[in-house]
């Protein structure tokens, strides 16, 4: 039997967790259409994983400017509302927590998904990017095609996601969640304006580290105002450069942030990392320094092994460990790691996103 930190109990800011496994956010566009709505197979789902301490939610597009890919659900309508009410009543029914990750994708679209022209903080397309769509009714594959030019974000663009994160955050908290992640990862819109070469703006959200950051702290801050710090995390990715966005200035800007962000005083951050098997892997000197200046919850997620896991967690630089692909295949993961079970592994790529069923998706088995 493995014995480590993993099972042990956590208190993350005043929200008990019944260990330190967490169920990272994964696409899987089965929302229901028309209108992006969750459902009860998505409840069945995350609901089968609920033996994680925390789960947090497939990125949630705050309004349907924000939405990236096909089939992915919102947070933004009464009835998105009513459906992850389904969700979060399924989670907690275990005894789980789960917070909602809060997405808007920013220049990371096409027209061809939602009808509008992407926005971002300036007009520069995202090169050799791609999104997805479902062209075909009867084709439950995904197509992806190339993202669009973006329109640069007036001020008053700028005034408006903000407030779509905070309605967003209210209205999460509305269907139950215990709290909300800000997506500010992985090239999508927040992470768009942190970064130097994809902000070429000339005003206070764009030039300076300081001003790349506010955009981030002004979202940070009307959701904290909303529902709370203690209800509010945020997830960035330092390290990961796709959907062109290599800067050689983001470890600094990523750490002036979290310092505001300490400021602030919200539960967490999430560290998104890179994981494929080549991946850069974020050095021990950067975890260390983001443990000084952040003193609350810190996160990890990238393909960490149990072994790699418990070792970050003894030496107290990540609080819990984000674990993806093999909650997707496993949905009794930890039970699996606790008596060294064998995993499943991944039974079909195509159902990885879209389907409207449960190949794929609720069909993988539980230990007997």
């Not at 909303?226 to 966005?245: C, H, N, Q, Y």
Request: net charge neutral; aromatic share 8%; hydrophobic share 35%.
């Amino acid at each position: 039997m493995i014995k480590n930190k993993l099972f042990t109990p956590y208190e993350m800011n005043g929200i008990s967790l019944k260990n330190r496994f967490l169920m990272a956010p994964m696409t899987r566009s089965r929302a229901s259409q028309p209108g992006d709505v969750p459902n009860k197979l998505m409840a069945n789902y995350y609901g089968q994983r609920s033996s994680a301490g925390i789960i947090i939610t497939e990125a949630t597009q705050i309004s349907i400017q924000g939405k990236g890919y096909a089939k992915t659900p919102g947070i933004y309508t009464s009835n998105q509302i009513k459906g992850w009410k389904l969700v979060t009543e399924e989670v907690h029914k275990n005894g789980s927590k789960i917070f909602l990750q809060l997405w808007h994708v920013g220049r990371v679209s096409s027209s061809k998904v939602n009808g509008i022209q992407p926005i971002g903080p300036s007009p520069k397309i995202a090169k050799e990017t791609n999104v997805y769509i479902f062209d075909d009714a009867a084709n439950e594959d995904a197509t992806f095609i190339p993202v669009e030019e973006p329109k640069e974000m007036t001020i008053n663009d700028i005034k408006q996601v903000i407030e779509e994160f905070r309605i967003a955050a209210k209205n999460a908290i509305e269907a139950g969640f215990d709290g909300v992640e800000i997506h500010g990862a992985n090239g999508y819109l927040i992470d768009q304006f942190l970064r130097s070469n994809s902000n070429i703006r000339k005003d206070q959200y764009g030039g300076s580290k300081e001003n790349r950051i506010r955009i981030l702290y002004e979202i940070t801050s009307a959701v904290v105002i909303e529902i709370g710090a203690e209800k509010t995390g945020v997830r960035l990715s330092p390290f990961i450069s796709f959907k062109d966005m290599n800067d050689s200035e983001i470890l600094d800007t990523i750490l002036l942030a979290t310092k505001k962000l300490e400021e602030i005083g919200i539960t967490y951050i999430h560290l998104c990392e890179a994981d494929w098997d080549d991946a850069p892997q974020i050095p021990i000197s950067f975890r260390k320094t983001l443990r000084d200046i952040f003193t609350k919850t810190i996160i990890a997620t990238g393909n960490k092994t149990p072994k790699e896991a418990n070792e970050l967690l003894k030496e107290n630089l990540v609080d819990l460990i984000g674990f993806g692909r093999n909650f997707l295949t496993n949905p009794d993961y930890p039970l699996r790691v606790k008596i060294n079970a064998k995993m499943n592994e991944i039974n079909d790529t195509h159902t990885l996103f879209g389907g409207g069923n449960a190949k794929g998706y609720t069909d993988y088995p539980f230990l007997k």
